[in-house]
């Protein structure tokens, strides 16, 4: 098990597809123990934000209050920003406008874009390997083949996502779920990262071992096509790490953070 660190960060947190900052509660709590800064943002049409999930209509739409959470940091700050999921990609735009104030980027079993593709290339493939029968209740809508929206079936989330958690997690989580969109055509223009940012900012992947949402194979796929500068494996860690496992998680973001200050 890491060691925590002694010199205090500030953690920018961001959700995954359908979900909001109340995910994050567990491992707020244990970073702001350890005498960290800890912001956990709400995407546009998620979790408290009041926009509804219809009025959503780009991704820049979506990571508009991370952008603007970013904006309002004053230049000399530095962050180390952690996206799940789907909030892989929300923090990689992040990364690419404020290269300067980000210290690394966390990608905990989520998608990770390179600097050569379009950023929906890692999602038409989870998409293309995933069986009608994986989705169980969940309903999504479709337009040429691919994906347009989510939203996650109650069965579904205990089945697959939420199985490592307590029945208080998942209880919560069907209480605050919401409806998403997946932009896939937003993100399936020309690559809107680059090396000199994006690809200058340290990276570190996180693995979860028994995630069921995305599973090993796809997150080695992600971390094959997109090497970072650290891969981390986590046994028995289901997709909903941050809830399962947030002591575990806290300890490993704040070795990753003193590693790579």
């Known amino acids: 098990m890491p060691s925590t660190t002694t010199s205090p960060k500030h953690f920018v947190l961001v959700h995954g597809l359908s979900h909001g900052a109340w995910c994050w509660y567990k491992v707020v709590s244990n970073l702001q123990s350890a005498g960290h800064r800890v912001t956990a943002v709400d995407l546009g049409g998620c979790g408290v ?15 508009h209050p991370l952008i603007q959470f970013m904006e309002s940091l004053s230049g000399d700050e530095r962050v180390v920003l952690v996206g799940h999921s789907f909030g892989g990609l929300a923090i990689s735009v992040a990364m690419e406008k404020f290269s300067h104030i980000v210290s690394a980027a966390i990608f905990i ?6 600097c050569r593709d379009p950023p929906a290339l890692q999602m038409k493939q989870y998409f293309k390997n995933l069986k009608p ?13 691919l994906p347009v929206s989510a939203e996650l079936g109650c ?4 089945t697959m996502m939420y199985r490592s958690c307590q029945s208080e997690d998942l209880a919560l989580a069907k209480m605050l779920i919401r409806p998403s ?22 990276r570190v992947y996180v693995i979860c071992e028994k995630d069921q949402v995305m599973d090993e194979e796809f997150q080695k796929f992600v971390v094959e096509d ?9 046994p028995e860690a289901g997709h909903m790490i941050m809830l ?18």
């Not at 934000?49 to 009025?55: K, T």
């Not at 029968?133 to 083949?145: A, I, L, P, Q, V």
């Open 133 to 145: 029968e994986t989705y169980m209740d969940s309903r999504f809508t479709f337009k040429d083949g």
């Open 244 to 261: 399962s496992k947030p002591n575990d998680l806290a300890l490993y973001l704040q070795e990753i953070a003193n590693t790579y200050p």
């Open 155 to 158: 069965d579904y989330m205990a």
């Open 49 to 63: 934000h009041p926009s509804r999930p219809e009025e959503i209509a780009t991704f820049s739409d979506y990571v």
């Open 226 to 234: 997109s090497p970072p500068d650290e891969v981390k494996s986590i």
């Open 109 to 114: 079993t989520a998608y990770m874009p390179n």
């Open 181 to 202: 969109r997946l932009f896939l055509e937003d993100m399936s223009m020309d690559s809107i990262l680059t090396e000199n940012k994006y690809g200058s900012i340290k």
